[in-house]
């Protein structure tokens, strides 16, 4: 696998609920830092969360602090993102994203960071 491969977009309701996965595979032995970014036709390019694979440190965006959850499965090599209380805003195509984290361990959500990317998968919220 040379890049990661995300899963699990899809159309749902305001205040619903939506778990998206980020398979790397053996990516992360390189590259230590997973991101969730999210993009919408017309914007930039924003940064959703992180987690680093030493000691799973994460960072949350404020927009989507409290509402999202990142974990990560060594066994599986896969990255989820758990996304609740769904909103409008949270529209937009999601990609996953591999590359370096700070020398402190801690990731990072500055996308021009992150060197392999994931072709991505569209989250719609609407009624």
């Known amino acids: 696998q040379t890049h990661p491969v995300e899963s699990g977009g899809a159309l749902v309701k305001p205040g619903g609920s939506l778990r998206l996965s980020c398979a790397t595979s053996a990516l992360t032995g390189d590259y230590p830092g997973i991101g969730w970014f999210r993009q919408v036709p017309g914007k930039e390019r924003e940064g959703v969360s992180c987690i680093s694979t030493f000691g799973d440190g994460v960072l949350y965006a404020d927009s989507v602090q409290g509402r999202f959850m990142i974990s990560r499965d060594s066994a599986t090599n896969t990255v989820d993102l758990q996304m609740n209380s769904l909103n409008s805003a949270d529209t937009g195509i999601y990609y996953c994203?591999?590359?370096?984290?700070?020398?402190?361990?801690?990731?990072?959500?500055?996308?021009?960071?992150?060197?392999?990317w994931g072709r991505g998968t569209q989250v719609t919220v609407s009624s």
């Open positions: 994203a591999v590359g370096p984290v700070r020398t402190d361990g801690q990731c990072v959500l500055r996308d021009y960071e992150y060197d392999i």
